[in-house]
Nanobody, 119 residues
Framework: VQLQASGGGLVQDGGSLRLSCAASGSIFSINDMGWYRQAPGKERDMVATISSGGMPDYADAVKGRVTISRDNAKNTVYLQMNNLKPEDTAVYYC??????????????WGQGTLVTVSS
């Protein structure tokens, strides 16, 4: 299973970006999907997650500015980020808990995509 993330880039303070992450490979089903971020010198933190049924959960730091969604037919998770701030600058990683057979599941991570917000 591979997760391919895209959509990062450089944006000005107050701007918007949409990240995408597609899972491919031997997939029976996907449980939770989500986005995490890691700023230089800091730990990786949860940004947003979404259950297989579409229930989202957001970190307090991004509530009201970020929307997570998924397309189960495409095994893809999205992160729409609005009103971006310089403190949102980080490498963003997508995550998926993939059930690759009826009895086995595993956590997979994407390669990371850099989001830079200039002031």
């Amino acid at each position: 299973v591979q997760l391919q993330a895209s959509g990062g880039g450089l944006v000005q303070d107050g701007g918007s970006l949409r990240l995408s992450c597609a899972a491919s490979g031997s997939i029976f089903s996907i449980n939770d999907m989500g986005w995490y971020r890691q700023a230089p010198g800091k730990e990786r933190d949860m940004v947003a997650t979404i259950s297989s049924g579409g229930m989202p959960d957001y970190a307090d730091a991004v509530k009201g500015r970020v929307t997570i969604s998924r397309d189960n037919a495409k095994n893809t998770v999205y992160l729409q980020m609005n009103n971006l701030k310089p403190e949102d600058t980080a490498v963003y990683y997508c995550h998926a808990n993939v059930r690759w057979s009826p009895n086995y599941e595993h956590d997979f991570w994407g390669q990371g995509t850099l989001v830079t917000v200039s002031s």
